[in-house]
């Protein structure tokens, strides 16, 4: 069985940053590709960042220059780190891994989200 869990989350004011961190804990053979999602109060769903097993990444327009993803194939880990963090990225974060089990089968995951809240 595999599980995700994230960590990380809290208060920040205006301008500080966060890293946000992700595990992939069970029978996991491989994590091909990292996705962080979030979702702010009154805002659409939204890709915020991911990453793939050979490291190519991509970043919403909103969060290029700031955030930055990065994963650790042998420890089976994601992490966000998030700078210059403004009251628009308030929202809850989930991680999303593509795994390869060690059954060899494949199937995706879903962190249980952790609350990221950028307030003076």
């Known amino acids: 069985q595999v599980q995700l869990e994230e960590s990380g989350g809290g208060l920040v004011q205006p301008g500080g940053s966060l890293r946000l961190s992700c595990a992939a804990v069970g029978s996991v053979l491989s994590v091909n590709e990292w996705a962080w999602h979030r979702q702010a109060p009154g805002k659409e769903r939204e890709l915020v960042a991911r990453v793939t097993l050979g490291g190519n990444t991509d970043y919403a327009d909103s969060v290029k220059g700031r955030f930055t993803v990065s994963k650790n194939n042998d420890l089976k880990l994601s992490f966000l780190q998030m700078n210059t963090l403004n009251p628009d990225d308030t929202a809850v974060y989930y991680c999303?891994?593509?795994?390869?089990?060690?059954?060899?089968?494949?199937?995706?995951?879903w962190g249980q989200g952790t609350l990221v809240t950028v307030s003076s």
């Open positions: 999303n891994a593509e795994v390869i089990d060690r059954n060899l089968h494949f199937e995706k995951y």
